[in-house]
Structures are given as structure tokens and as C-alpha cells.
């Protein structure tokens, strides 16, 4: 039978879209919630407690007592946990992402409330996307984790001091809330874990945070960030203050003074970025009135000129009785979801809506080991008292006395026990993915063994063999596969000779290419018979200018008992 009910329609799983429906279950009368289906749209089945994220990573709290399942928070509401595809508010739909079976699902709506945050913006630094961290999920914060561990096991058995260099020097870009709580757990969790491992002490790491700013956590006041980067710096953070990421690569970043323009390249495995953040993809593509990137609201949440299309949290500009604009944080998108279903209520009674007047309680930032800072109605505190305040305000907004209860004692058993330095191989990387390298890097060198093959997207690369280059590819062309095919070591050393993207496929996948797909073993083949006449090509015109040339007795006896031979690069 047709839906006859009437539809609010809510996208995001975030504080504010899940609280829109936990106060709608709440304000509907028992008449309204069986006249009215309330739906949420999320990609996951539970909200992330983002304060705590960086408690992940050094392992003070458990992984899933950071996340509360939404289905109980908001047990009145129709959970689809699917992707959106698109948003039509000419037509009043919804298409979201196929589920177990592969058709799309298009909702119509009466009432539509977008709360889809912010994402990464990783399209204007290069590499960001291929190889640094984004911060921002439950599983950034796991795979931070990993990566970190990873790292120390490798360094623990690597004998070259350069590569063991990169593996112990940790970036996070971005010196805001997010940065500096994260860098500040990574810091405690590697101090603590180095005492495990037989060749690494608290010297070999290298943590560094970098700040396009002229000082970190722009959101406090002076002396409260002050006291911050000192306190960072004596626990053995290097802080670079107008300093910003111009690229990433798999072994290093690239990092510009703002005052000098310089460019400085800084060998590191681990790279974490906070910044920038960028508007959700579909909010472009919508006709709804925005403000670099975030919807335009009234201060009841609506959308001027959309009736029944409301916007909160990251994602919308709302403008507060104090005439500022709402900023992105947890405390605004919660009070932002109440008005928001009381709004929406209103509208079903015709009833007179309510202004978002929240203007901030204060904010509060972690310096992890018993040290935060605080500023609380106009109350600056730091140190430990700011600490503890710091873990009450946040254990009492947790969603759940469950989840309370369980935080709680995940921070007592902290004070008394290690923390576990395991790592959980959870993550594998994908047969087929995206890298950037810098000029001058390295893809592999000769007699490397070979895992990988390579297709150029974008730059060039050198071909090189006993430091004389052999030839030089370009976008469209492909190296790497000769070591995959005939199961040698690399015969040849490749680095980038400029900024270089490329798509790479490992060993197993494009073995599994080249028994299955038509014609690709065959193509294959004749690249590598045209590098090797290529080759000859160039032995030949090296013979040519070495004619008039009279050999030393050394290189008579090379010249014998090692004749040339022409192999296929790569």
C-alpha cells in the first residue's frame, strides 16, 4: 500500500542529526509519531563521541566506548544506514545508496533536515589524499593507532639510521583543537610504548606539529594558547608556527615558511592532517543559498525560501542573537538539533517557532597526561584542574549511563595499568590505489624486490641503471611489471623527475589481471620487447661515442668478463 504517512527525512549521523530525532521521538504526540515516519540516513549505526577520538589513539579508552548506538538513542526514528546519493528539494527527494541488493532508494519528504558536517578537503595538496591521515572518524582514529605501532615495530629491526629517522618522525598539520589533542595523545602513547622495545628510547622520536598560524589554538586566548605550546614543547613536541603542508608523499612532506617562502622536505612515515576542512560533495550541487560551502539558515534552523528544508551543525551558517555565525562544535549542532525538532513540530501544530539563541557555554581542550585547558564564562583554567573539568563536562554528555560507566572505568584502569601496544592488522591496502611522489624520490631501487607496478597519471619518471638514466616515461605509461612478470629482483632504479601521481597495482592483484583479462599479458609483453630495442638502441649510440675512445687495462678485463647485455628495464 502507498505511504500515506507524513516524512522527515534526516541526513547525517552526526550530534546534530541525531539528536533532531531523538527530540522529534520525544516532542510528537503518540497521534503524530503514527501519522509521521521519522527516517535517519547514515552511513554508520552509531554516533561518534569526537571529543574522545583522540583517546583512541594512545589507548586511555577502549575503541567502541567512544561510539553509542544511534537505534537506542533515537528509538522512534527509521534508521537506513546507506551513503546519499543525491538531493532533489525541487521534487522533495532523497536517493540513497543500494543496500544487500543493488537498487537505489528514493524517499520522498516532507520535511528534510541536512546535517552532513564537513569532510576533508584534499584536493589542493598534493599527496594529502594518497598518504596523510585524515582525523576525523572512528576508524581515522583506529588506523592512527596502527600506524603508529607499525611504525615502532619496523623501527625496532631497520639497521639504516636514515629510514629509522623517518619511521620515528610523526607530522600532524593543523594546530587547532583537533591538532594539538591529537598530538598530544600520540605523544604520551609513543613516550610510554618506546620502553617495550629493545632499540628505541624517547630520543629517537620526533613529533611535530605544524600551525599556519602565528600561534596554536586560535579559539582561546592568548595566555590559555601559550601555555599550551609550552607545555608541548616540554614534553617533546616540536611546534613550526607559520608553517604549511604543500605535499605529502609516502616518505616525506614538504612544508613552506609563511614569512620566507622556503621550502623545506622533512623525511616522515606518518603524516596525520587535520586541515582543510571542505563542504560535503552534494551541498554544491544543491540550489539552496550557501556561504562558502555551508547552507544559509534563519535562526530557526530553515531555509529561507525552501519551506520544510532545514540545515544544522558544520555544514549550515547560522546566525546567532549575538549576530555571529554558529561555530562548528558539538555543543552548538546538540542545542541546534533541539531547536531544530522543536521547529519542525511547530510547523505540523502551526505553531510559533522557536530562534536558536545558544551563543557557548566555553570551550575546553586536552593536553593529554592529566593537563587540558579550559575557558568557561569567561573562566580561563589550565593544568590539572582544567583536566578534570574536562573529563566531568564530557562523561556527563555522553549519550547513555552505560557508556558512562564503561568511560569511567577506562580512565581508572588508565591510572593503574600500561597501555596496550598491540597491533591490529585490520587494515590492508587495496589491490589497486593512488600515490604521489616528489622530485627526486625514489619508487624503488635496483635490485628492490618487486611487489608493485605503476601507472603514470600525471609527471614524469627516469629510468636509471648504474647512475646513467636510460630513458625517460611520461603520463599514460607503465613500469615496474618486468620484475612482476619474470619473478627477478628490479633491474633498474626509477625515481620521480617531477611531482609525480600514479596508480599503483600490487603483486597479486595484477597477477590476477594478467591470468584473467584478455590481452593484457600480451600487451605487456610488448612494452617490455620495445624497452628492449630501446636499449639496444642506446648500448649501440654508447659503443658510437666510445669508438675513438682507448680503453684501461681495467676496462679491457670489465669489457671481457662482463659483456653487456640488454635488459628490459623495470
Same mark, same amino acid.
Given at each position: 500500500?502507498?505511504?500515506?504517512?507524513?516524512?522527515?527525512?534526516?541526513?547525517?549521523?552526526?550530534?546534530?542529526?541525531?539528536?533532531?530525532?531523538?527530540?522529534?521521538?520525544?516532542?510528537?504526540?503518540?497521534? %503524530?509519531? =503514527? /501519522? @509521521? #515516519?521519522?527516517?535517519?540516513?547514515? $552511513?554508520?549505526?552509531?554516533?561518534? +563521541?569526537?571529543?574522545?577520538?583522540?583517546?583512541?589513539?594512545?589507548?586511555?579508552?577502549?575503541?567502541?566506548?567512544?561510539?553509542?548506538?544511534?537505534?537506542?538513542?533515537?528509538?522512534?526514528?527509521?534508521?537506513?544506514?546507506?551513503?546519499?546519493?543525491?538531493?532533489?528539494?525541487?521534487?522533495?527527494?532523497?536517493?540513497?545508496?543500494?543496500?544487500?541488493?543493488?537498487?537505489?532508494?528514493?524517499?520522498?519528504?516532507?520535511?528534510?533536515?541536512?546535517?552532513?558536517?564537513?569532510?576533508?578537503?584534499?584536493?589542493?595538496?598534493?599527496?594529502?589524499?594518497?598518504?596523510?591521515?585524515?582525523?576525523?572518524?572512528?576508524?581515522?582514529?583506529?588506523?592512527?593507532?596502527?600506524?603508529?605501532?607499525?611504525?615502532? %615495530?619496523? =623501527? /625496532? @629491526? #631497520?639497521?639504516?639510521?636514515?629510514? $629509522?629517522?623517518?619511521?620515528?618522525? +610523526?607530522?600532524?598539520?593543523?594546530?587547532?583543537?583537533?591538532?594539538?589533542?591529537?598530538?598530544?595523545?600520540?605523544?604520551?602513547?609513543?613516550?610510554?610504548?618506546?620502553?617495550?622495545?629493545?632499540?628505541?628510547?624517547?630520543?629517537?622520536?620526533?613529533?611535530?606539529?605544524?600551525?599556519?598560524?602565528?600561534?596554536?589554538?586560535?579559539?582561546?586566548?592568548?595566555?590559555?594558547?601559550?601555555?599550551?605550546?609550552?607545555?608541548?614543547?616540554?614534553?617533546?613536541?616540536?611546534?613550526?608556527?607559520?608553517?604549511?603542508?604543500?605535499?605529502?608523499?609516502?616518505?616525506?612532506?614538504?612544508?613552506?615558511?609563511?614569512?620566507?617562502?622556503?621550502?623545506?622536505?622533512?623525511?616522515?612515515?606518518?603524516?596525520?592532517?587535520?586541515?582543510?576542512?571542505?563542504?560535503?560533495?552534494?551541498?554544491?550541487?544543491?540550489?539552496?543559498?550557501?556561504?562558502?560551502?555551508?547552507?544559509?539558515?534563519?535562526?530557526?534552523?530553515?531555509?529561507?525560501?525552501?519551506?520544510?528544508?532545514?540545515?544544522?551543525?558544520?555544514?549550515?551558517?547560522?546566525?546567532?542573537?549575538?549576530?555571529?555565525?554558529?561555530?562548528?562544535?558539538?555543543?552548538?549542532?546538540?542545542?541546534?538539533?533541539?531547536?531544530?525538532?522543536?521547529?519542525?513540530?511547530?510547523?505540523?501544530?502551526?505553531?510559533?517557532?522557536?530562534?536558536?539563541?545558544?551563543?557557548?557555554?566555553?570551550?575546553?581542550?586536552?593536553?593529554?597526561?592529566?593537563?587540558?585547558?579550559?575557558?568557561?564564562?569567561?573562566?580561563?583554567?589550565?593544568?590539572?584542574?582544567?583536566?578534570?573539568?574536562?573529563?566531568?563536562?564530557?562523561?556527563?554528555?555522553?549519550?547513555?549511563?552505560?557508556?558512562?560507566?564503561?568511560?569511567?572505568?577506562?580512565?581508572?584502569?588508565?591510572?593503574?595499568?600500561?597501555?596496550?601496544?598491540?597491533?591490529?592488522?585490520?587494515?590492508?591496502?587495496?589491490?589497486?590505489?593512488?600515490?604521489?611522489?616528489?622530485?627526486?624520490?625514489?619508487?624503488?631501487?635496483?635490485?628492490?624486490?618487486?611487489?608493485?607496478?605503476?601507472?603514470?597519471?600525471?609527471?614524469?619518471?627516469?629510468?636509471?641503471?648504474?647512475?646513467?638514466?636510460?630513458?625517460?616515461?611520461?603520463?599514460?605509461?607503465?613500469?615496474?611489471?618486468?620484475?612482476?612478470?619474470?619473478?627477478?629482483?628490479?633491474?633498474?632504479?626509477?625515481?620521480?623527475?617531477?611531482?609525480?601521481?600514479?596508480?599503483?597495482?600490487?603483486?597479486?592483484?595484477?597477477?590476477?589481471?594478467?591470468?584473467?583479462?584478455?590481452?593484457?599479458?600480451?600487451?605487456?609483453?610488448?612494452?617490455?620487447?620495445?624497452?628492449?630495442?630501446?636499449?639496444?638502441?642506446l648500448h649501440e649510440e654508447m659503443s658510437v661515442l666510445?669508438?675513438?675512445?682507448?680503453p684501461s687495462a681495467g676496462e679491457k678485463a670489465l669489457?671481457?668478463?662482463?659483456?653487456?647485455?640488454?635488459?628490459?628495464?623495470?
Amino acid at each position: 500500500m502507498p505511504n500515506i504517512k507524513k516524512r522527515v527525512v534526516i541526513l547525517g549521523g552526526g550530534f546534530g542529526g541525531v539528536y533532531v530525532a531523538v527530540h522529534l521521538g520525544k516532542l510528537f504526540t503518540k497521534k %503524530e509519531l =503514527a /501519522e @509521521t #515516519e521519522i527516517v535517519l540516513v547514515n $552511513r554508520e549505526n552509531y554516533i561518534v +563521541f569526537q571529543p574522545l577520538l583522540p583517546e583512541v589513539i594512545s589507548g586511555s579508552v577502549e575503541l567502541n566506548h567512544v561510539i553509542a548506538p544511534i537505534r537506542r538513542m533515537a528509538p522512534k526514528a527509521l534508521l537506513y544506514t546507506r551513503d546519499v546519493e543525491s538531493i532533489d528539494p525541487v521534487a522533495r527527494t532523497v536517493t540513497l545508496s543500494p543496500g544487500n541488493r543493488p537498487v537505489p532508494l528514493t524517499l520522498s519528504y516532507d520535511h528534510l533536515v541536512i546535517a552532513l558536517g564537513t569532510c576533508l578537503d584534499d584536493s589542493k595538496i598534493p599527496g594529502m589524499r594518497e598518504h596523510a591521515s585524515p582525523f576525523k572518524y572512528l576508524g581515522d582514529a583506529l588506523y592512527i593507532r596502527n600506524q603508529i605501532v607499525r611504525a615502532l %615495530e619496523e =623501527a /625496532e @629491526t #631497520e639497521p639504516d639510521p636514515e629510514v $629509522r629517522r623517518r619511521l620515528l618522525t +610523526f607530522v600532524v598539520a593543523g594546530g587547532g583543537f583537533s591538532g594539538v589533542e591529537c598530538i598530544a595523545e600520540m605523544n604520551d602513547f609513543l613516550r610510554e610504548a618506546v620502553g617495550a622495545y629493545h632499540n628505541i628510547s624517547e630520543r629517537d622520536l620526533k613529533l611535530i606539529l605544524l600551525q599556519r598560524g602565528e600561534r596554536i589554538l586560535p579559539e582561546l586566548t592568548e595566555s590559555l594558547a601559550e601555555f599550551a605550546h609550552r607545555l608541548l614543547v616540554n614534553r617533546g613536541v616540536e611546534i613550526r608556527l607559520g608553517a604549511s603542508l604543500k605535499a605529502v608523499s609516502a616518505m616525506a612532506v614538504v612544508v613552506e615558511d609563511k614569512a620566507t617562502r622556503a621550502l623545506e622536505t622533512i623525511p616522515a612515515a606518518t603524516t596525520v592532517a587535520t586541515v582543510p576542512a571542505g563542504p560535503h560533495r552534494l551541498l554544491s550541487a544543491l540550489p539552496l543559498p550557501q556561504d562558502k560551502g555551508r547552507i544559509v539558515v534563519d535562526q530557526h534552523t530553515e531555509v529561507p525560501g525552501w519551506s520544510g528544508v532545514w540545515a544544522l551543525g558544520d555544514c549550515a551558517a547560522i546566525q546567532q542573537v549575538d549576530g555571529q555565525t554558529s561555530p562548528p562544535t558539538a555543543q552548538h549542532a546538540l542545542r541546534q538539533g533541539k531547536t531544530c525538532a522543536e521547529n519542525i513540530v511547530a510547523s505540523y501544530r502551526g505553531t510559533q517557532k522557536k530562534i536558536f539563541g545558544f551563543t557557548g557555554l566555553g570551550k575546553l581542550g586536552s593536553l593529554g597526561r592529566r593537563s587540558a585547558v579550559a575557558e568557561i564564562f569567561g573562566i580561563h583554567l589550565k593544568g590539572l584542574v582544567a583536566w578534570v573539568l574536562w573529563r566531568g563536562v564530557y562523561v556527563t554528555k555522553f549519550p547513555g549511563l552505560g557508556g558512562q560507566i564503561r568511560l569511567l572505568a577506562d580512565w581508572i584502569l588508565d591510572v593503574f595499568l600500561p597501555r596496550d601496544i598491540t597491533q591490529l592488522r585490520l587494515f590492508h591496502k587495496d589491490g589497486v590505489h593512488r600515490e604521489h611522489f616528489e622530485p627526486g624520490e625514489s619508487i624503488f631501487e635496483e635490485g628492490d624486490f618487486g611487489d608493485k607496478v605503476y601507472f603514470i597519471v600525471r609527471g614524469e619518471v627516469a629510468v636509471q641503471r648504474d647512475g646513467a638514466t636510460l630513458a625517460t616515461l611520461r603520463a599514460g605509461e607503465v613500469f615496474g611489471e618486468a620484475a612482476l612478470i619474470s619473478h627477478h629482483s628490479r633491474n633498474a632504479t626509477i625515481r620521480a623527475a617531477s611531482a609525480l601521481d600514479a596508480v599503483a597495482v600490487s603483486r597479486s592483484a595484477f597477477q590476477q589481471l594478467l591470468g584473467c583479462l584478455p590481452g593484457l599479458s600480451g600487451a605487456m609483453q610488448e612494452i617490455m620487447s620495445a624497452r628492449m630495442e630501446r636499449c639496444v638502441d642506446l648500448h649501440e649510440e654508447m659503443s658510437v661515442l666510445t669508438t675513438n675512445h682507448k680503453p684501461s687495462a681495467g676496462e679491457k678485463a670489465l669489457q671481457t668478463t662482463q659483456p653487456p647485455t640488454a635488459r628490459a628495464p623495470l
